[in-house]
Structure formats: C-alpha cells, structure tokens
C-alpha cells in the first residue's frame, strides 16, 4: 500500500487521481480543498484519511460538522497543507493544486523526503529553480503528472539527458486555433472554456486557449529535464493524441501517444517504476485516422512568446508572469477584462518588473504578490 496525500483533491486532477487510487494499492493520508466543503466531506466519508485540510477557513465549522463523530484531523490553510505533507505516514504527495499556492507544499514535501507526483506546474514556473536545487538535495524524483512532460519522462525512459537534442512539446491549439484577430477580440469565458479534447480545471482551460499553457510547460520542461529554451520546441497537434516527443543526438524521435485521459499519466506517476494493467479505453490509430501538426501563431497568441522571455531571463521574472496571468485570467473569467488583455497586461507587468536573480523562497512569493497587486493597479488605471 502507497501512502498518498492529495492536494487539491476536490479538483480535475484531484478527483482522477481518486479514481485510480479506486484501483486498489493505495492508502489516502490527506485530502485537501480550498472550500468545494461538501465534496471534500463526502472523498473524507469515502477514503476516511488520517486529515483534510481547507484552505479558505470561512467554511471550517461546516467541514467540522460534516466529518463530527469521525477520527479524521481537519486542518485549515497553509500550515495545514504543510503538516499533511510533512506527515511521518505520507510516502507520496500529488500536487493538484491550482496556481502559485502549491510552491511552499512541494517544498516543504521534498524537504520531508517524500516523493512528489507534480501536476501543478505553476509551481515549477515560478519556483524551478528552487524546487530542482532542493529535489537533488534530498534525493527526491518529481514525477510529472501534466500530459506532456509524463510523455517526455516515459520516452526517456532514464535515458540520459545528454543524449537529448530537443523536447517536442505538443499543443491542441485550444478553442480559437483557427480565428482571426478581430474574431479574438470577442472570445467570451464560455467559448474558452470549451477545449476541444481535455475536460479540465477553469484556469488551465483558459491557458490553453491563450497558449499560456504551453508556455508554463516550456518553462516546466525546461526545469524538469535541465534541457535549454533553444531546445525546446512547441507545435501545434489539434488531435492531442501525441503527447509530446523527444529528439535524440542520433535524430531517433521517441513519443507517447494515448487517448487524452488524465489517468493515464496520473496513474504512471502513482505507480511509477512499475507500470500496472488497466481497463482504460485503447487508442484505436485508425479510428482517429489523421494526425497532423502545424506551427502555434504567436503573433495571435502572445502568451508563448511571453514564457519564453520570462523563462530565458529566468530569476524572479517566471513568478512574476505566472502571477499576473493567474490574475489575469480570474478577472477574463469574472468578465472585467477582454481575451486579447490578458497577454497584454502580463506584458506590461512583466515589463515593470526588477528581475531578482537566483531569488529564495522570500524573494519569489514578494515577487508574486508585487504583481497581482500591480495588475490591480492596472486594471484599475482609467487609461488601462
Ligand atoms: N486538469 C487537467 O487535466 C490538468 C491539470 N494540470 C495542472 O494541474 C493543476 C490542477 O488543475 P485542475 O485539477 O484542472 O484544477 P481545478 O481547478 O479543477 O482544481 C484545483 C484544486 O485545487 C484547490 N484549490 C484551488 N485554489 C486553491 C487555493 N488557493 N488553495 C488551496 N487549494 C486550492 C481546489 O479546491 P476547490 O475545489 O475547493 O476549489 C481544487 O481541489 C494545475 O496546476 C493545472 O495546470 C496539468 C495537466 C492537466
Ligand atoms: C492534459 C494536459 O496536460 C493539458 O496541459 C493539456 O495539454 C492542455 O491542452 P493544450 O495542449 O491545449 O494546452
Ligand atoms: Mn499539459
């Protein structure tokens, strides 16, 4: 039995990873949400785990009340998450937390010796460096969850990394692959959050429409497999059926191709290194019968070529660009700002911004918080 803490367990990935653990060989410790209340009562009642933390404490009580006459600890925000990753019992974390918020877990989880199964890549985007530095210090593997980057780690297949000439990462294109600039201009919340292959979590839906995404996983990859931005590729595959390849020094392309079920790579990375049977729909090539690829546009879709200026310029300019898109997106979804603002207030945020190199933990979340309160200000601005 593998003894599990999941955060962010109430979510897209969270409730897939509940799904595989139903296959048996698991052992859930923690469960974690930020205030979907009811849902985190009802996976406690079902999977009964040591503690559930909250992180939006106004919804305390009621969690209290739901889960009274039962042995489990409730814990309530960052300290909360830290004492269930840090917990002598768990043996393996899944990060399915949503944004920046999963930085000081995944640290603390490493420095605890636990193993980290990684879907939150906003964490790596603004903290790589960090996490990577104290991942070798403590011995500790991090098992990609995201699609893409679990491709790359099983087409690697412990290869080593000097023996790589390019990461290929693959991107759907997202809803508006095909419009128009002035088609763009009036995108709404509801045609973003339709993806046309993966069923996910609000925010990363609207980063896959702006390619925000695929420029968060440029920066992921880069720290994950130590490969250097001029290396790492991005092309467009509406069918999502690769899910990303490697190219190695010998030209050989290796890939991983499936379905687009997040159960795939979510139960590679519970599993990992054993590989174990399931009953998952198979990839049928002839059904799907075209795959094609086609250069992303970065001219209409901004945001790529964003990641990859924060991510070449490095230091606390990544934190600074993952905090205003996370920004940025929450107001394009409570409809405050436009499709076509979102790239462009990341832009002049980023454009603001005193690079810190080689930042600590301190110096990365002040850079945070420095542009969500400047992206405020903007927003705010009459002339914006
Ligand atoms: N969904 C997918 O298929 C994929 C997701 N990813 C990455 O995985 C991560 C999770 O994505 P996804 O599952 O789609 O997201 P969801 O929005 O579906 O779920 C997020 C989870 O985190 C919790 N949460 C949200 N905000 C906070 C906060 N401030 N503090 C603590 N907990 C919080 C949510 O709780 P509550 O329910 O209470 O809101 C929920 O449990 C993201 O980094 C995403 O980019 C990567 C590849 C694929
Ligand atoms: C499933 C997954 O890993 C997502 O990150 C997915 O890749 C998003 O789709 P896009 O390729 O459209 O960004
Ligand atoms: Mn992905």
């Not at 080593?160 to 919340?189: C, H, M, Q, W």
């Not at 991983?256 to 159960?263: I, Q, V």
């Not at 209409?300 to 660009?321: D, H, S």
Request: aromatic share 6%; charged share 25%; hydrophobic share 45%.
């Amino acid at each position: 039995m593998k003894k599990i803490a999941i955060l962010g367990s109430t979510g897209s990935i969270g409730t897939q990873t509940l799904e595989v653990v139903d296959q048996g060989g698991f052992e859930v410790i923690a469960l974690s949400a930020n205030s979907s209340v009811i849902k985190l009562a009802t996976q406690a009642l079902k999977y009964r785990p040591k503690m559930v933390v909250l992180m939006n404490s106004a919804f305390l009580d009621e969690l209290e009340y739901r889960l009274k006459g039962t042995d489990i600890k409730v814990l309530a925000g960052m300290e909360g998450l830290i004492e269930a990753v840090t917990d002598p019992d768990v043996e393996l974390i899944v990060n399915a937390l949503v944004g920046a918020v999963g930085i000081r877990p995944t640290l603390e989880g490493i420095r605890a010796g636990k193993q980290i199964a990684l879907a939150n890549k906003e964490t790596l985007v603004a903290a790589g460096e960090l996490v990577m530095q104290e991942a070798q210090r403590y011995g500790i593997d991090i098992l990609p969850i995201d699609s893409e980057h679990n491709a790359i780690f099983q087409a690697l297949a412990g290869e080593d990394r000097s023996k790589i000439s390019r990461l290929i990462l693959t991107a759907s294109g997202g809803p508006f692959r095909n419009y128009s600039r002035e088609e763009l201009k009036k995108v709404t919340p509801a045609q973003a959050l339709k993806h046309p292959n993966w069923d996910m979590g609000g925010k990363i839906t609207i980063d896959s429409a702006t390619l925000m995404n695929k420029g968060l996983e440029v920066i992921e990859a880069h720290w994950l497999f130590g490969i250097d931005y001029d290396r790492i590729d991005v092309v467009v595959h509406p069918q999502s059926i690769v899910h990303s390849l490697v190219e190695f020094v010998d030209s050989s392309i290796l890939a991983e191709l499936g379905l687009p079920d997040m159960r795939v790579p979510i139960q590679y990375a519970l599993t990992y290194p054993e590989r174990r049977k399931n009953f998952l729909e198979r990839l049928d090539l002839v059904k799907v019968g075209e795959l094609t690829f086609e250069k992303p546009k970065r001219d209409l879709f901004p945001c790529l070529e964003l990641a990859y200026q924060a991510g070449r310029r490095g230091g606390t300019l990544p934190a600074v660009m993952n905090a205003a898109n996370e920004v940025a997106v929450a107001k394009f979804l409570n409809e405050e700002i436009s499709f076509l603002e979102i790239p462009e207030l990341i832009r002049r945020v980023m454009e603001k911004h005193q690079v810190i190199d080689s930042p600590d933990l301190n110096q990365i979340l002040a850079a945070d918080q420095w542009a969500r309160a400047e992206i405020e200000r903007m927003v705010e601005d009459v002339d914006f």
